[in-house]
């Protein structure tokens, strides 16, 4: 049974940084992308980063230079580093693995094969 599990996420004042961890289980991950998706209350789903097997990243504009995504594939792992957060960053955050079809699809929830069930980020201004 495949299993994403997030952590790392809480209460933290605009301007301070928090990292988001997400674990997978079940099977290895090490050759698709994973990504990292937020929601805010009466939003839709939203992509935030993904990274590659080769390493490489995609970000949103919303948060590029301020978040980084990161992966130990030796862990089965997935990191988000976010920095000078905002109240506009405040969400529930989930992991997502494994592109169902094409690369260019990265940035689409229906994407992706697998989902952690999501931790809160709040942050105060």
Avoid: H
Wanted: proline fraction near 2%; charge should be positive; charged fraction near 20%.
């Amino acid at each position: 049974q495949v299993q994403l599990v997030e952590s790392g996420g809480g209460l933290v004042q605009a301007g301070g940084s928090l990292r988001l961890s997400c674990a997978a289980s079940g099977r290895t991950f090490s050759g698709s992308a994973m990504g990292w998706f937020r929601q805010a209350p009466g939003k839709e789903r939203e992509f935030v980063a993904a990274i590659w097997s080769d390493y490489s990243a995609n970000y949103a504009d919303s948060v590029k230079g301020r978040f980084t995504i990161s992966r130990d594939k030796a862990k089965n792992t997935v990191l988000l580093q976010m920095n000078s957060l905002t109240p506009e960053d405040t969400a529930v955050y989930s992991c997502a693995a494994d592109l169902k079809s094409r690369r260019s699809s990265y940035t689409a929830p229906a994407a992706y094969n697998y989902w952690g069930q999501g931790t809160q980020v709040t942050v105060s201004s």
